[in-house]
């Protein structure tokens, strides 16, 4: 399959990072990327691509060449042709028979903006977070993945938060019984909040980022609620941005059908991670949210911090917003790619 990237920020940048690093450890992917598109200059994207603040230098080579028809980064066993074009609508698709597209810039973010990359020749797009309005289908790796038809188009793979607390409520549904959640997201802040004061379209996240808490909206709320339909109307809860780099934390406070002990729902999650490592993880020492950079997992359960208050619950757990994002992204695609009748 041949895949397009739309946006080579944060989320496009580690995409693009977790699939060359994988492959350096040997994998091969079953897709090809055959276009990056964004508007910065081709010689920034290039050096972006090698060196990040947050993960480090790119221990994979790297290379900006001059193709006959215009730059081409070349990723690894990757050569994509590096394109700078504002409208998906315009972007060449149909020529370049990119099957699939991730669309990663945070601006198309509703349906029928999103689709614009179909009218350009693409099969699918899909939404690098929870959709403006609705998606054919809202898909979270390792928990409703499998559950795509071939008629769905536009999809959307919801958000890191989603990604991170869907298995949780998950695991704590079917082993107790999920009556009320209430969250707490506390989030490194990202882009689309300033570094100094500005006009934004939630004067929160408009405020100076390194230097405030802000509190704000998390769009997992209703995501998790659409991917485990059973929790619909159970779940509650918002967002506090930190001046934090990377790494998200979720606080979660429940009421349980069945209110276990702090041992029962740590065995819990021992339990899970033996059967699905590469989705959560499990912690047991005095680490604070550095300690989970570059961590792969959706999730990483924190055993410390269990609690139980009469009927009341507490669950804490970590993630790399970037990392553990873009690798199920990256898994995301690879199993599309894969299947043969969707
Ligand atoms: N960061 C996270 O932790 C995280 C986690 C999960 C999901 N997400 C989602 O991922 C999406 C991207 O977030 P991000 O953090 O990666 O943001 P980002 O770092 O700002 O990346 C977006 C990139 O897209 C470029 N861009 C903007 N308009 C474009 C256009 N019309 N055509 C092509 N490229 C364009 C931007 O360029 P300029 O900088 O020049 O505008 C930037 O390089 C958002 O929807 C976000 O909600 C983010």
């Not at 215009?70 to 028979?97: D, N, V």
């Not at 795509?148 to 959307?156: A, D, I, K």
């Not at 989603?162 to 082993?175: K, S």
């Not at 059973?230 to 509650?236: I, Y």
Request: hydrophobic share 45%; net charge negative.
């Amino acid at each position: 399959m041949r895949v397009a990237l739309n946006g080579y920020g944060r989320i496009g940048r580690s995409f693009v990072r977790a699939l060359l690093e994988r492959e350096a450890g040997g994998w091969r992917a079953p897709f090809t990327l055959v276009a990056v598109n964004d508007l910065g200059r081709p010689e920034d994207l290039y050096y972006l691509s090698r060196f990040d603040s947050t993960h480090g230098p790119c221990r994979v080579p790297v290379a900006l060449e001059q193709g006959a028809d215009g730059p081409q980064l070349l990723l690894g066993e990757h050569r994509a042709r590096l394109l700078s074009e504002a409208e998906p609508a315009a972007l060449p698709w149909r020529a370049l028979e990119a099957a699939l597209v991730l669309e990663c810039t945070g601006v198309f973010r509703a349906h029928d903006e999103a689709a614009r990359h179909l009218s350009a020749g693409a099969e699918r797009v899909i939404i690098g977070a929870v959709p403006f309005d609705h998606a054919d289908a809202m898909l979270v790796y390792g928990i409703n993945h499998t559950q795509l038809q071939p008629g769905q188009r536009v999809l959307s793979a919801a958000s890191c938060t989603t990604h991170a607390i869907a298995p949780l409520l998950a695991a704590l549904d079917e082993a107790f019984g999920v009556e009320q959640v209430l969250m707490k997201e506390v989030h490194a802040y990202t882009s689309d909040q300033s570094l100094l004061d500005h006009v934004h379209r939630d004067p929160r996240r408009g405020r100076a980022a390194a230097q405030n808490i802000v509190p704000t909206t998390s769009s997992a709320i209703g995501a998790v609620q659409q991917i485990l339909p059973r929790l619909n109307g159970r779940v509650s809860g918002d967002s506090i941005r930190v001046p934090t780099l990377n790494v998200a934390m979720v606080d979660l406070t429940l009421r349980l059908t069945r209110t276990p002990s702090v041992p029962q729902l740590n065995e819990l999650f021992i339990r899970r991670v033996d059967e699905v490592p590469w989705l959560i993880g499990y912690n047991a020492e005095p680490l604070v949210s550095v300690d989970f950079n570059h961590r792969s997992e959706s999730v990483i359960f924190d055993a410390t911090q269990t609690r139980v208050q009469g009927d009341m619950v507490r669950v804490v757990a970590w993630y790399d917003n970037e990392w553990g994002y873009a690798n199920r992204l990256l898994d995301l695609v690879s199993w599309m790619a894969e299947q043969e009748s969707v």
